[in-house]
């Protein structure tokens, strides 16, 4: 854990007597009312701290596991507002490529995002600011998964600058290349623990919420990976009274993959591969393509608001495949592995050692 | 040319004295007028048959043009109706892949179809048939450019089985892998003589379409390829008098590959190509992935549809690459090829000899 992490460290938040902020869905007809909500811009100090800060531990997470590649940082600024700082390995000991991205961007919300968002008519233009650490790792290794991670604050405003909206979304999933379901059981394990001090309900919801969303429904509901856990569109009032446990729960799945994915990466680091292995893997990049392109909101958003293209896209496998069609042999690698994709109680499988 | 295709080609059609169908620009008023539209069916009839004949005429083309792979066969039935015929090759002698798809379906247009068609809204369910051929062929050799070619009918009617609107679609694009100008042109060139039969203002219209359509917008405007030709929506009585006009144009874009590319397969059959030159094939195929996902509106049509997904995905290179962003050094292949993309007028560069 860097200090800053271990800071607001969501158990020493609740170990510091704020107590475990629980869960409280809000009813339907509570959620259309308007809600009041502070125009102070706190939240988007408190994004914009913490967007740096799992930034930079993430960072080096990734190098220390890496043990050899290094980052090269670019930065860039965004023409309508704006910008961010992007890390790219490639080509690394362990990772054949990982990107490890921050934004903060604000601005005038383009027509189609504004019709992907579901915002109301308001008179005027539609301003928002986005804050937020996104994440894909790509091993070289087929026996090591892929993983992905994002936290995101973002905030809407009218022309004279009221807040009209504010919400978080983030989440982490793995995509295994080879048939190893202790990866997947250890992973969730170790998500079900970060998620511990925020409420036993938020784990299976939002756990049941990434199996809905990392879906290739162009190929009959194949998951992309074997899931983890994703929330999206979480206001504050909705989430329990103290504002700030959004904040620390970002910051907790921010900082999570020190738990949930180095121990994979050093259980399979040495394991051995060869050709058959190396070819699942392109595969299996292929689906991962194409639910990035086809699906995954955030690469839509990312490029309809001309964030930097190349960062949006860095999410893209260095290389992938698409072989022949048609299923593979049963008990095959490639048969195994899809029998995993479909979503299960991962907590009631054994981990790995 | 089968006997099929010389049987119905324009050229012939046109030496038997229907003369040269023209095009006529509808004014803009007279679009917005009511067409009758006739409901004999004979345009499906019509389409029907040169979607076999033309899928066959490909099919014995790039046989020959391989010289060694065969090409598989899959006969599919769509759950909402009809079906169609997939033939992939890979690991051919020339062609790492090769997909030759024809499809008939009709059904019920889904929803979010029917939004992107712009179709006006009509009491009860909208009913569509579509019938086409598509082909996508990515050689082996960076040398030899991939080439794209599609031409299809399609034709909404309402519940009662009256004929709501026709049209037809197609085209052809050339994607170079290797800054060959000369490919290019002479590509362009064989279209233009492909499309002289109807008029000569035909070529420059379409050719212009193309550059518009094959841009992968996220990526500043960048093209696909060098274009080629493109039409959609074309209705018959924009086109002219003549309605089975619009149906010799299919028959003659649907054979075109035989002066358009096949030549060009010829020419650089045998071209040296080594690691760097596959390295940068890998990457304009990642391009080539991000269009047909992002933007291409048949891939997208077809998604929705629930039309068969590996066929619809067959488009797809056999692997593509993402490396490390950033511009190619001035004057190596990769910077020489992406010069290339610009749209210009191609039938003023001289075409390979």
């Known amino acids: 854990m860097t200090p800053f992490a271990a800071q607001i460290d969501p158990r020493a938040h609740a170990r510091a007597g704020h107590g475990a902020p629980t869960l409280v869905p809000t009813p339907l007809e509570e959620r259309r009312r308007p809600v009041p909500i502070a125009d102070d811009g706190t939240d988007r100090v408190r994004a914009a701290a913490w967007t740096v800060a799992v930034h930079e531990d993430i960072t080096a997470l990734l190098t220390d596991l890496d043990g050899g590649g290094a980052f090269v940082e670019e930065q860039?600024?965004?023409?309508?507002?704006?910008?961010?700082?992007?890390?790219l390995m490639m080509e690394g000991m362990t990772f054949e490529k990982a990107g490890v991205n921050r934004s903060m961007v604000h601005g005038v919300l383009p027509p189609e995002a504004l019709q992907r968002l579901g915002v109301a008519a308001v008179p005027g233009e539609v301003r928002f600011f986005a804050s937020g650490v996104s994440v894909v790792v790509h091993p070289r290794s087929p026996r090591i998964p892929t993983v992905h991670l994002n936290v995101r604050f973002f905030e809407l405003s009218d022309e004279d600058g009221h807040t009209l909206d504010r919400w978080f979304g983030g989440g982490t999933d793995l995509t295994p290349m080879y048939p190893q379901p202790e990866d997947a059981a250890s992973f969730h394990r170790a998500l079900a623990d970060v998620c511990a001090p925020f409420g036993r309900a938020l784990h299976p919801r939002f756990k049941a919420w990434c199996d809905d969303y990392f879906v290739n429904r162009h190929r009959t509901q194949e998951r992309r990976g074997v899931g983890g856990i994703f929330y999206d569109?979480?206001?504050?009032?909705?989430f329990g009274p103290d504002r700030r446990s959004l904040h620390a729960l970002a910051v907790a799945v921010g900082t999570s993959l020190r738990t949930t994915y180095a121990p994979i990466v050093e259980a399979r680091r040495d394991a051995a591969w060869g050709d058959d292995e190396r070819a699942l893997q392109l595969e299996r990049r292929g689906r991962y393509v194409e639910f990035n392109l086809l699906h995954d909101r955030g690469t839509l958003f990312g490029l309809q608001t001309s964030a930097r293209t190349d960062s949006v896209l860095m999410s893209l496998p260095p290389q992938a495949s698409w072989p022949r069609p048609g299923g593979h042999p049963a008990g095959s690698l490639g048969d195994r592995l899809t029998a995993m994709l479909a979503p299960r109680d991962w907590l009631a499988v054994d981990a790995v050692a």
Not at 76 to 87: C, L
């Open 76 to 87: 860039w600024a965004r023409d309508g507002g704006g910008g961010g700082v992007s890390r």
């Open 233 to 238: 569109h979480l206001r504050p009032h909705e």
